[in-house]
């Protein structure tokens, strides 16, 4: 099992970017799905969940900002970025797990996840 970042860059703030996330060796269908980040020297912390059935969660600091989505055809996960801020500056995850894990209260410690991929950076300039 293989989970694949890419898309990370360095913006200005206000700027977007579109991270993508390739899964091999597996079907991400019916799977839960999500981004994490983890800024330096900060506790990684849940982002964006997207279950199978389409239900998502963000936390609050992303909610109206950035969009998770999925496309099981492709094994594909997104997350669409926009007005970033240096706050959103960090190394972003892809993780999967089962689907039981999008219904944690606690998804955004990330424990419910069971496949982690290398990630990619996300630098956010004022």
């Known amino acids: 099992v293989q989970l694949v970042e890419s898309g990370g860059g360095s913006v200005q703030a206000g700027g977007s970017l579109r991270l993508s996330c390739a899964a091999s060796?597996?079907?991400?269908?019916?799977?839960?799905m999500g981004w994490f980040r983890q800024a330096p020297g900060k506790e990684r912390e849940g982002v964006a969940l997207?279950?199978?059935?389409?239900?998502?969660a963000y936390a609050e600091s992303v909610k109206g900002r950035f969009t998770i989505s999925r496309d099981d055809a492709y094994d594909t996960l997104y997350l669409q970025m926009n007005s970033l801020k240096p706050e959103d500056t960090g190394m972003y995850y892809c993780?999967?797990?089962?689907?039981?894990?999008?219904?944690?209260?606690?998804?955004?410690?990330?424990?419910?996840?069971?496949?982690w991929g290398q990630g990619t950076q996300v630098t956010v300039s004022s």
């Open positions: 993780a999967a797990g089962p689907a039981k894990s999008c219904y944690s209260g606690s998804w955004r410690d990330g424990n419910g996840m069971d496949y």
């Open positions: 060796g597996y079907s991400s269908s019916g799977r839960c």
């Open positions: 997207i279950a199978m059935i389409r239900g998502t």
